[in-house]
């Protein structure tokens, strides 16, 4: 088993900043992949962004260059820095992992507003 806590949402101004965290405990050996996702009201959730565990990180499109994810896997930990943030990265983001043996855990959410 797998716990994901995430940390730093919040309420920014557009073209402000925000970083989120996401701590993982249990059996956090057995993660390969983790990820960041998010969901808008009434959308699907969709990839923000994701880092191997040797850290090849890939970006959803929408991303364009505004993102970086990085991960500590000696703190066992993940962050997203977001710059430049958009109205419409509104939403409510999830942290992912995902264990060598395909086994998928969720954090609970955090909410990003990005509002003046």
């Known amino acids: 088993q797998v716990q994901l806590v995430e940390s730093g949402g919040g309420l920014v101004q557009p073209g402000g900043s925000l970083r989120l965290g996401c701590e993982s405990s249990?059996?956090?050996?057995?993660?390969?992949?983790m990820a960041w996702y998010r969901q808008a009201p009434g959308q699907q959730r969709e990839l923000v962004a994701g880092?191997?565990?040797?850290?090849?990180?890939r970006y959803g499109d929408f991303v364009q260059g505004r993102f970086t994810i990085s991960r500590d896997n000696t703190r066992n930990t993940m962050t997203l820095q977001m710059d430049s943030l958009r109205p419409e990265d509104t939403a409510v983001y999830f942290c992912?992992?995902?264990?060598?043996?395909?086994?998928?855990?969720w954090g609970q959410g955090t909410q990003v507003t990005v509002s003046s």
């Open positions: 992912q992992a995902v264990t060598w043996y395909e086994e998928i855990y």
């Open positions: 249990g059996s956090i050996f057995n993660i390969d992949i």
């Open positions: 880092i191997m565990h040797d850290g090849t990180a």
